[in-house]
């Protein structure tokens, strides 16, 4: 079951990882670098194809109070959006390093959807969110996955390598 079904948790932010599909890793992988992370991330429903690649998972962070569905996509519509993210480039604003990360979009031909959730936690006497959602669960796995595949991480909303 996708979060976007549990109303347990609400919908954020969407990042990706861009990179080229040779480095697609199996279900395996996945998890086995997820794994490294420590017990602070929770792997649930993954799903892959015949050939044992990944397909999506869902990844549960409690005390982050956050979870993400993660998603492998490829072809003309990760193509289509890696030329519209290097058309928009303002490599002058750039650090070095992030100059660096921008150029390894060129010839990506595949990513990762990763869409960030909220758990929304509710007291009982007022109906407040009592959660604390910390982004710092979600920037390791960006981090994890971009090695694990050679990739870079996007923040499309911002057009930004992470």
């Avoid at 490294?36 to 005390?63: K, N, Y």
Wanted: charged share 30%.
């Amino acid at each position: 079951m996708s979060l976007f079904e549990n109303q347990e948790y609400r919908w954020r932010d969407t990042y990706f990882v861009l990179f080229h599909v040779k480095d697609r890793p199996s279900a395996g992988a996945m998890l086995q670098a997820l794994e490294t992370l420590g017990p602070r991330f929770q792997v649930q429903e993954t799903r892959c194809d015949e050939a044992g690649r990944f397909e999506s998972m869902t990844l549960m962070s409690p005390d982050d109070f956050s979870a993400m569905d993660i998603s492998f996509i490829a072809g003309d519509e990760v193509e289509e959006q890696v030329q519209t993210l290097l058309k928009g480039e303002k490599a002058s604003q750039m650090t070095k390093e992030e100059q660096d990360k921008w150029k390894l979009l060129k010839g990506c031909d595949a990513r990762f959807d990763i869409y960030h959730f909220e758990r929304i936690v509710l007291s009982e006497e007022d109906d407040e969110d009592e959660g604390f959602l910390d982004p710092g669960g979600l920037l390791i796995v960006l981090e994890c996955l971009s090695q694990l595949c050679h990739g870079v991480s996007i923040d499309p909303q911002a057009g930004t390598v992470l």
